[in-house]
């Protein structure tokens, strides 16, 4: 979503155009709170339809241009490590270049202190914090890498049928790629609603509460990163890393082009990232998920497909609903964890 001064279309120019727009905005500029809305905008819609044509780009870059072929065009069709290996290494290269570099703009780069004042949450994380972050979030690409890896070898092998040629069907290809964002964001609340607990402590039920226990065991390694950064985007137990990932199998049962998975997959990354960098405009943080670091039992989606809005789990921050939320949480966090956070 278009943050306050942020065009619509910068997404693409990302991040030439919040680097520019930072360096060129006065030091005094005052800043707005930051605001969370239930649902997107005809503006925000543009902004994220952008944003996705940005991963399709790159997924195309990734095929065409780095791979000399591609391992879903024929060098799959057998488990070599001669063709696994630079899908992994282009993943983790990836990861630092964007996470990586994106962090040290805002949190260590010469304009760090101009920047301070568009941090969401004042407070800073410690770089104990950012350096597990970055740890977990390379082991997260490795998972979207494997699930890559296995998605080449079906097609190359012929067990999936696939598109070869975007230009059979330009036109589903094309709404398919704009709209990657869209498609994915119900796999993702599905994903991470599950991961939270189903029923109130205490509650009577018939069921066992999976999503205390994989909250627990699981998701809980994502909310240790509660003041959230680039790098905590993928901070993710392995188990909760490829269920992310695997939004991108969504497209596969409809034989589309490599090119679409990959972007998904892209687009689950780098939306994680950036979203998660902690500052408004010219940072890029969600300010909507920034609220569930917070509050936890709130924000679990987006807002391109307002599920929050249709289920009554959305909270602004202000709302009294917000304020029962925070007296509800439990303990996700030790104390030892949060003095590292300090």
């Not at 969504?250 to 500052?279: E, K, Y």
């Not at 929050?308 to 303990?331: C, N, Q």
Request: glycine share 8%; aromatic share 14%.
């Amino acid at each position: 979503m278009a943050g306050a001064g942020q065009p619509w279309f910068m997404p693409l120019t990302f991040p030439v155009g919040h680097v520019s727009s930072a360096i060129m905005k006065p030091h005094d500029e005052k800043v707005a709170a930051p605001s969370a809305a239930a649902d997107l905008n005809l503006i925000g819609h543009a902004t994220s339809v952008v944003a996705a044509t940005r991963s399709f780009a790159m997924a195309l870059l990734c095929i065409f241009v780095i791979s000399e072929e591609y391992p879903a065009f024929g060098p799959a069709a057998k488990f070599e490590f001669s063709w696994m290996w630079p899908l992994l290494a282009r993943n983790i290269l990836g990861t630092w270049l964007i996470a990586g570099l994106w962090d040290w703009f805002l949190y260590f780069g010469p304009l760090k202190d101009k920047l301070s004042k568009y941090k969401i949450n004042p407070k800073y994380p410690s770089n104990a914090q950012i350096r597990h972050d970055a740890f977990v979030t390379t082991f997260a690409s490795v998972c979207g890498t494997a699930l890559e890896i296995g998605m080449c070898h079906l097609w190359a092998s012929g067990k999936i049928p696939y598109q070869r040629d975007m230009m059979e069907t330009p036109l589903s290809n094309l709404i398919w790629a704009v709209t990657v964002t869209h498609w994915r964001i119900p796999h993702f609340w599905a994903i991470h609603r599950g991961m939270h607990p189903w029923f109130e402590k205490g509650a009577q039920r018939r069921l066992p509460d999976v999503g205390r226990f994989l909250y627990k065991h699981v998701h809980s390694l994502h909310h240790k990163s509660y003041n959230p950064t680039a790098f905590a985007g993928t901070n993710m137990h392995p188990v909760e890393a490829t269920g992310y990932y695997a939004a991108a199998l969504i497209c596969v049962p409809f034989g589309c082009h490599p090119a679409i998975f990959l972007a998904c997959v892209i687009d689950c990354a780098v939306g994680a990232w950036l979203g998660h960098d902690g500052f408004q405009w010219p940072g890029s943080g969600d300010y909507f998920h920034q609220l569930h670091h917070a509050y936890f039992e709130c924000n679990y989606g987006a807002m391109h497909i307002p599920i929050d809005k249709w289920l009554g789990t959305f909270a602004t921050g202000k709302s009294k609903k917000a304020a029962r939320m925070e007296e509800k949480i439990e303990v996700h966090i030790s104390a030892e964890d949060e003095k590292k956070g300090n």
